[in-house]
């Protein structure tokens, strides 16, 4: 496995996700695969697609950073509340 396989088994929901797969396929075989048979499996054929839907950040390549050179806006000016005349005299 490599390392960012190791890393995704810190995961909890990986885990978890590891654990139905074991289920799922074990009632495929007829027999339990046991987890170290479903984790070999899960990471080998869906790890990258869990990567790219849970952790987009990941699979992104780094942009470059430019300075904004853009003009800020103004801020709009605030409306004057007026109250009616007729409540207050």
């Not at 929901?13 to 495929?28: A, F, L």
């Not at 070999?40 to 950073?65: C, G, M, N, V």
Request: hydrophobic residues 30%; aromatic residues 8%; glycine residues 4%.
């Amino acid at each position: 496995m490599g390392n960012q396989n190791k890393d995704l088994l810190q995961n909890k929901e990986v885990i978890d996700e590891i654990g139905r797969h074991r289920w799922i396929e074990s009632e495929k075989a007829g027999h339990d695969i046991g987890f170290e048979q479903a984790a070999e499996d899960w990471l080998k054929r869906f790890s990258s697609a869990w990567i790219q839907y849970h952790l987009p950040q990941r699979t992104e390549e780094p942009k470059e950073i430019k300075p904004n050179t853009q003009k800020v806006a103004e801020a709009p000016k605030k409306a004057v509340r007026r109250r009616a005349s007729s409540y207050y005299r």
